[in-house]
T-cell receptor, first 109, second 111 residues
Framework: GQQVMQIPQYQHVQEGEDFTTYCNSSTTLSNIQWYKQRPGGHPVFLIQLVKSGEVKKQKRLTFQFGEAKKNSSLHITATQTTDVGTYFCIAGGYQKVTFGTGTKLQVIP | NAGVTQTPKFRVLKTGQSMTLLCAQDMNHEYMYWYRQDPGMGLRLIHYSVGEGTTAKGEVPDGYNVSRLKKQNFLLGLESAAPSQTSVYFC??????????FGPGTRLTVL
């Protein structure tokens, strides 16, 4: 069945450094969504990618969907303390909702 | 708009007790979901619904039942709670299979 691996599991960065997390699927995806969960909070939607090779930007965040639609990345430029949290991907549609394991980001001031 | 609300926010049960968690959304979304999140883990789908009167099993449905009698409400029931069901439960809704809106969560402890 569909499996989604997310790497790394944890990442500590100095404020101002860049950060990247990756979601890798064993099968071709129809779409991928990215969410952020602050400590003690609930997941909040960031972006959805649908097209092969798609790249979307939100201020300091850049999202990319691989050409083969089997992997995706989230890149944060010049991290800030407000970026702290866990970043999840959700692969596929509702019938195969598969959460990535999440990457927990710590930003050291 | 309140978005997605969950009741209660916290609950402590004894093994064998039953309870119902209520999720309500005011966005007229067709799809609703129940997830559980164990400490330090990702979310796992328990059950979901694609419309009023319909429900389907997710990844971890055992020990839970659900009902969607009204479009805006999705209920999650535990008939006989077990310590393994100690978790944080999140409800979410979406317009078809797009962006999911999550509720604030219910923290459940089973002793």
């Amino acid at each position: 069945g569909q499996q989604v691996m997310q790497i790394p599991q944890y990442q500590h960065v100095q404020e101002g450094e860049d950060f990247t997390t990756y979601c890798n699927s064993s099968t071709t995806l129809s779409n991928i969504q990215w969410y952020k969960q602050r400590p003690g909070g609930h997941p909040v939607f960031l972006i959805q990618l649908v097209k092969s090779g798609e790249v979307k930007k939100q201020k300091r965040l850049t999202f990319q969907f691989g050409e083969a639609k089997k992997n995706s990345s989230l890149h944060i430029t010049a991290t800030q303390t407000t970026d702290v949290g866990t970043y999840f991907c959700i692969a596929g549609g509702y019938q195969k909702v598969t959460f990535g394991t999440g990457t927990k980001l710590q930003v050291i001031p | 708009n309140a978005g997605v609300t969950q009741t209660p926010k916290f609950r402590v049960l004894k093994t064998g007790q039953s309870m119902t968690l209520l999720c309500a959304q005011d966005m007229n979304h067709e799809y609703m979901y129940w997830y559980r999140q164990d400490p330090g883990m990702g979310l796992r789908l328990i059950h979901y619904s694609v419309g009023e009167g319909t429900t389907a099993k997710g990844e971890v449905p055992d020990g839970y039942n659900v009902s969607r009698l009204k479009k805006q409400n999705f209920l999650l029931g535990l008939e006989s709670a077990a310590p393994s069901q100690t978790s944080v439960y999140f409800c979410a809704s979406s317009y078809i299979a797009n962006e999911q809106f999550f509720g604030p969560g219910t923290r459940l402890t089973v002793l």
